[in-house]
Protein backbone atom coordinates (compact mmCIF):
# COMPACT_ATOMS: atom_id res chain seq x y z
CA UNK A 1 0.00 0.00 0.00
CA UNK A 2 2.69 2.00 0.58
CA UNK A 3 4.81 1.72 -2.53
CA UNK A 4 0.91 2.78 -4.42
CA UNK A 5 0.30 5.86 -2.43
CA UNK A 6 4.23 6.36 -3.49
CA UNK A 7 3.59 5.95 -6.91
CA UNK A 8 0.21 7.87 -6.72
CA UNK A 9 2.05 10.73 -5.33
CA UNK A 10 4.98 10.92 -8.07
CA UNK A 11 2.43 10.55 -10.43
CA UNK A 12 0.81 13.58 -9.06
CA UNK A 13 4.00 15.39 -8.51
CA UNK A 14 4.59 15.02 -12.11
CA UNK A 15 1.52 15.91 -13.66
CA UNK A 16 1.36 19.15 -12.02
CA UNK A 17 4.84 19.70 -12.73
CA UNK A 18 4.00 19.29 -16.25
CA UNK A 19 0.97 21.29 -16.94
CA UNK A 20 2.90 24.32 -14.86
CA UNK A 21 5.91 23.89 -16.53
CA UNK A 22 5.98 27.08 -18.95
CA UNK A 23 7.97 24.60 -21.69
CA UNK A 24 5.50 22.29 -21.57
CA UNK A 25 3.69 22.78 -25.08
CA UNK A 26 7.12 22.55 -26.97
CA UNK A 27 7.94 19.28 -25.09
CA UNK A 28 4.26 17.79 -26.18
CA UNK A 29 4.77 19.13 -29.88
CA UNK A 30 8.51 17.25 -29.93
CA UNK A 31 6.71 14.44 -28.26
CA UNK A 32 4.19 14.05 -31.33
CA UNK A 33 6.38 15.31 -33.96
CA UNK A 34 4.56 18.88 -34.51
CA UNK A 35 7.18 20.36 -36.69
CA UNK A 36 4.67 23.18 -37.49
CA UNK A 37 4.28 23.77 -33.74
CA UNK A 38 7.95 23.46 -32.85
CA UNK A 39 8.87 26.17 -35.10
CA UNK A 40 5.78 28.29 -33.94
CA UNK A 41 6.67 28.06 -30.11
CA UNK A 42 10.44 28.39 -30.66
CA UNK A 43 9.67 31.88 -32.93
CA UNK A 44 7.69 32.82 -30.34
CA UNK A 45 10.89 32.53 -28.00
CA UNK A 46 10.96 29.09 -26.34
CA UNK A 47 14.42 28.08 -24.79
CA UNK A 48 15.26 24.76 -27.20
CA UNK A 49 17.43 23.40 -24.53
CA UNK A 50 14.66 23.95 -21.53
CA UNK A 51 13.94 21.00 -19.32
CA UNK A 52 11.29 19.41 -17.81
CA UNK A 53 11.30 20.26 -14.38
CA UNK A 54 11.07 16.81 -12.93
CA UNK A 55 12.79 14.28 -15.55
CA UNK A 56 15.07 16.54 -16.68
CA UNK A 57 13.94 16.09 -20.77
CA UNK A 58 14.56 18.89 -23.34
CA UNK A 59 12.37 18.96 -26.44
CA UNK A 60 15.07 16.91 -28.28
CA UNK A 61 15.41 14.24 -25.80
CA UNK A 62 11.61 13.57 -26.57
CA UNK A 63 11.36 13.74 -30.14
CA UNK A 64 14.64 11.80 -29.85
CA UNK A 65 12.48 8.90 -27.49
CA UNK A 66 9.41 9.03 -29.31
CA UNK A 67 11.08 8.51 -32.92
CA UNK A 68 10.73 11.93 -34.86
CA UNK A 69 13.53 12.65 -37.39
CA UNK A 70 12.37 16.02 -38.41
CA UNK A 71 11.86 17.22 -35.29
CA UNK A 72 15.18 15.83 -34.26
CA UNK A 73 16.46 18.06 -36.84
CA UNK A 74 14.39 20.99 -36.69
CA UNK A 75 15.47 21.40 -32.88
CA UNK A 76 19.22 20.99 -33.34
CA UNK A 77 18.89 23.22 -36.45
CA UNK A 78 17.44 25.47 -33.80
CA UNK A 79 20.74 25.14 -31.07
CA UNK A 80 19.39 21.98 -29.46
CA UNK A 81 22.15 20.69 -27.01
CA UNK A 82 22.65 16.83 -28.72
CA UNK A 83 24.66 15.92 -25.26
CA UNK A 84 22.01 17.42 -22.37
CA UNK A 85 21.51 14.68 -19.86
CA UNK A 86 17.74 14.61 -18.01
CA UNK A 87 17.10 13.33 -14.49
CA UNK A 88 18.87 9.73 -14.84
CA UNK A 89 21.60 11.33 -16.64
CA UNK A 90 20.25 10.16 -20.23
CA UNK A 91 21.00 11.72 -23.25
CA UNK A 92 18.72 12.31 -26.23
CA UNK A 93 21.21 9.52 -28.46
CA UNK A 94 20.86 7.31 -25.12
CA UNK A 95 16.78 7.49 -25.78
CA UNK A 96 16.99 7.37 -29.64
CA UNK A 97 18.53 3.88 -29.31
CA UNK A 98 15.46 2.57 -26.99
CA UNK A 99 12.65 1.52 -28.54
CA UNK A 100 10.05 2.98 -26.47
CA UNK A 101 6.37 2.95 -27.47
CA UNK A 102 5.70 1.63 -30.71
CA UNK A 103 2.97 -0.21 -33.23
CA UNK A 104 4.90 -0.91 -36.11
CA UNK A 105 8.25 -1.89 -34.93
CA UNK A 106 10.41 -1.99 -38.50
CA UNK A 107 8.64 1.63 -38.98
CA UNK A 108 9.59 2.38 -35.58
CA UNK A 109 13.09 1.08 -36.32
CA UNK A 110 14.01 3.24 -39.31
CA UNK A 111 13.05 6.41 -37.94
CA UNK A 112 15.17 5.78 -34.65
CA UNK A 113 18.28 4.85 -36.99
CA UNK A 114 17.57 8.16 -38.64
CA UNK A 115 17.52 10.20 -35.77
CA UNK A 116 20.64 8.44 -34.42
CA UNK A 117 22.11 9.08 -37.43
CA UNK A 118 20.89 13.11 -36.98
CA UNK A 119 22.24 13.40 -33.48
CA UNK A 120 25.70 11.80 -34.37
CA UNK A 121 26.15 14.32 -37.01
CA UNK A 122 25.16 17.01 -34.94
CA UNK A 123 27.53 15.75 -32.55
CA UNK A 124 26.48 13.54 -30.16
CA UNK A 125 28.73 11.59 -28.19
CA UNK A 126 28.44 7.71 -28.66
CA UNK A 127 30.70 6.80 -25.59
CA UNK A 128 28.27 8.25 -23.17
CA UNK A 129 27.41 5.88 -20.79
CA UNK A 130 24.74 5.43 -18.77
CA UNK A 131 24.39 4.87 -14.93
CA UNK A 132 24.65 1.29 -15.21
CA UNK A 133 28.18 1.82 -16.95
CA UNK A 134 26.95 1.19 -20.94
CA UNK A 135 28.29 3.42 -23.26
CA UNK A 136 25.63 4.37 -25.79
CA UNK A 137 27.04 2.25 -28.64
CA UNK A 138 26.72 -0.79 -26.84
CA UNK A 139 22.88 -0.57 -26.44
CA UNK A 140 21.38 -1.05 -29.29
CA UNK A 141 24.19 -4.35 -29.79
CA UNK A 142 22.71 -5.96 -26.39
CA UNK A 143 19.14 -5.22 -27.61
CA UNK A 144 19.72 -6.86 -30.87
CA UNK A 145 18.67 -3.52 -32.87
CA UNK A 146 20.88 -4.45 -36.06
CA UNK A 147 19.53 -1.34 -38.22
CA UNK A 148 20.48 1.35 -35.18
CA UNK A 149 23.85 -0.75 -34.90
CA UNK A 150 24.74 -0.02 -38.45
CA UNK A 151 24.24 3.41 -38.30
CA UNK A 152 26.83 3.56 -35.32
CA UNK A 153 29.29 1.64 -37.50
CA UNK A 154 29.02 3.43 -40.25
CA UNK A 155 29.64 6.48 -38.32
CA UNK A 156 33.09 4.90 -37.58
CA UNK A 157 32.54 4.26 -33.45
CA UNK A 158 35.57 1.85 -32.64
CA UNK A 159 34.51 -1.09 -30.89
CA UNK A 160 31.59 -2.46 -32.89
CA UNK A 161 33.28 -4.92 -35.33
CA UNK A 162 34.98 -5.77 -32.07
CA UNK A 163 31.90 -6.47 -30.08
CA UNK A 164 30.23 -8.30 -33.12
CA UNK A 165 33.55 -10.84 -33.33
CA UNK A 166 32.63 -11.74 -29.69
CA UNK A 167 29.26 -12.40 -30.26
CA UNK A 168 30.40 -14.73 -33.68
CA UNK A 169 32.58 -16.71 -31.29
CA UNK A 170 29.91 -17.16 -28.51
CA UNK A 171 27.59 -18.75 -31.14
CA UNK A 172 30.92 -20.55 -32.84
CA UNK A 173 29.98 -18.71 -36.27
CA UNK A 174 33.41 -19.44 -38.40
CA UNK A 175 32.38 -17.77 -41.54
CA UNK A 176 30.94 -14.53 -39.08
CA UNK A 177 34.06 -14.18 -37.11
CA UNK A 178 35.95 -14.41 -40.87
CA UNK A 179 34.77 -11.43 -42.56
CA UNK A 180 34.80 -9.63 -39.61
CA UNK A 181 38.85 -10.31 -38.94
CA UNK A 182 38.34 -9.28 -43.25
CA UNK A 183 36.81 -6.19 -42.23
CA UNK A 184 39.61 -5.52 -39.73
CA UNK A 185 38.05 -6.78 -36.51
CA UNK A 186 40.68 -6.78 -33.77
CA UNK A 187 40.48 -10.32 -32.18
CA UNK A 188 43.01 -8.76 -29.43
CA UNK A 189 40.94 -5.63 -28.45
CA UNK A 190 39.68 -5.89 -24.94
CA UNK A 191 35.90 -5.40 -24.25
CA UNK A 192 34.89 -3.10 -20.71
CA UNK A 193 34.97 -6.54 -18.81
CA UNK A 194 38.45 -7.25 -20.16
CA UNK A 195 37.14 -10.20 -21.95
CA UNK A 196 38.57 -10.11 -26.14
CA UNK A 197 37.55 -12.33 -29.06
CA UNK A 198 40.52 -13.94 -28.67
CA UNK A 199 39.65 -14.84 -25.20
CA UNK A 200 36.40 -16.17 -25.91
CA UNK A 201 37.70 -18.35 -28.40
CA UNK A 202 40.24 -20.31 -25.53
CA UNK A 203 37.31 -20.51 -23.35
CA UNK A 204 34.90 -21.90 -25.83
CA UNK A 205 37.87 -24.02 -27.44
CA UNK A 206 36.28 -24.06 -30.61
CA UNK A 207 40.25 -24.99 -32.54
CA UNK A 208 38.78 -23.49 -36.02
CA UNK A 209 38.26 -20.36 -34.87
CA UNK A 210 41.57 -20.55 -32.65
CA UNK A 211 42.95 -21.20 -36.14
CA UNK A 212 41.80 -18.41 -37.51
CA UNK A 213 42.76 -15.64 -35.02
CA UNK A 214 46.31 -17.14 -34.61
CA UNK A 215 46.77 -16.78 -38.28
CA UNK A 216 45.12 -13.24 -37.91
CA UNK A 217 47.11 -12.09 -35.24
CA UNK A 218 46.39 -13.37 -32.00
CA UNK A 219 48.40 -12.83 -29.49
CA UNK A 220 49.25 -15.98 -28.03
CA UNK A 221 50.87 -14.65 -25.15
CA UNK A 222 47.89 -12.18 -24.48
CA UNK A 223 47.08 -11.95 -20.59
CA UNK A 224 43.87 -11.45 -19.15
CA UNK A 225 42.29 -11.32 -16.06
CA UNK A 226 44.53 -13.08 -13.37
CA UNK A 227 46.95 -13.20 -15.32
CA UNK A 228 45.47 -16.23 -17.59
CA UNK A 229 46.47 -17.06 -20.97
CA UNK A 230 45.39 -19.21 -23.75
CA UNK A 231 48.15 -22.13 -22.59
CA UNK A 232 46.50 -21.93 -18.97
CA UNK A 233 43.31 -22.22 -20.43
CA UNK A 234 43.68 -24.99 -23.22
CA UNK A 235 45.36 -26.73 -19.91
CA UNK A 236 42.71 -26.51 -17.73
CA UNK A 237 40.30 -28.14 -20.09
CA UNK A 238 42.88 -30.80 -20.69
CA UNK A 239 43.04 -30.08 -24.27
CA UNK A 240 46.06 -31.79 -25.68
CA UNK A 241 44.96 -30.93 -29.16
CA UNK A 242 44.44 -26.99 -28.68
CA UNK A 243 48.04 -26.65 -26.11
CA UNK A 244 49.76 -28.21 -29.25
CA UNK A 245 48.47 -25.44 -31.28
CA UNK A 246 49.04 -22.70 -29.45
CA UNK A 247 52.32 -23.95 -28.40
CA UNK A 248 53.32 -24.41 -31.77
CA UNK A 249 52.24 -20.38 -32.71
CA UNK A 250 54.71 -19.36 -29.44
CA UNK A 251 52.66 -20.18 -26.21
CA UNK A 252 55.31 -19.13 -23.39
CA UNK A 253 55.22 -22.92 -21.57
CA UNK A 254 56.44 -21.54 -18.63
CA UNK A 255 54.26 -18.54 -17.61
CA UNK A 256 52.78 -18.03 -14.20
CA UNK A 257 49.64 -16.41 -13.58
CA UNK A 258 48.86 -13.62 -11.07
CA UNK A 259 49.21 -15.76 -8.08
CA UNK A 260 52.51 -17.64 -8.91
CA UNK A 261 50.94 -20.60 -10.65
CA UNK A 262 52.68 -21.96 -13.37
CA UNK A 263 51.22 -23.81 -16.55
CA UNK A 264 52.78 -27.36 -15.23
CA UNK A 265 51.34 -26.84 -11.88
CA UNK A 266 47.85 -26.61 -13.63
CA UNK A 267 48.44 -29.33 -15.54
CA UNK A 268 49.69 -31.42 -12.61
CA UNK A 269 46.58 -30.21 -10.54
CA UNK A 270 44.50 -31.44 -13.22
CA UNK A 271 46.07 -34.58 -13.50
CA UNK A 272 46.00 -35.10 -17.06
CA UNK A 273 49.42 -37.11 -18.21
CA UNK A 274 49.15 -36.55 -21.82
CA UNK A 275 49.17 -32.19 -20.74
CA UNK A 276 52.21 -32.58 -18.78
CA UNK A 277 54.38 -35.34 -21.25
CA UNK A 278 53.85 -32.55 -24.09
CA UNK A 279 54.44 -29.55 -21.81
CA UNK A 280 57.75 -31.24 -20.39
CA UNK A 281 58.79 -31.94 -24.11
CA UNK A 282 58.05 -28.16 -24.96
CA UNK A 283 60.11 -27.31 -22.66
CA UNK A 284 58.01 -26.87 -19.57
CA UNK A 285 60.18 -26.60 -15.80
CA UNK A 286 58.03 -28.80 -13.00
CA UNK A 287 57.42 -26.42 -10.28
Not at 36 to 44: H, M, N, P, S, T
Not at 237 to 248: D, F, H, N, P, Y
Request: net charge negative; with cysteine.
Amino acid sequence: MRTIIALAVFLLVSCCAIAEAPKADLMKAASTGDTARIRELLEGGEDVNAKHAVVGWTALTAAAYYGHPEAVKLLLEAGAEPNMKDASADTPLMKAVTLGPYEDRQEMLKRKAEVARLLLKAGADPTTRDRFGVAVWQMPMNDQLSEIVDVFEQAGVKGIKEEKLIQAVDRGDLESARKLIEQGADPNAKADDGASAWSQANLWGNLKIINLFLQSGADVNAKWDRGITALMVAVDRSSVQCAEKLIAAGADVNAADDDGISIWKRADQKGNNDVILLLERSGARPQ
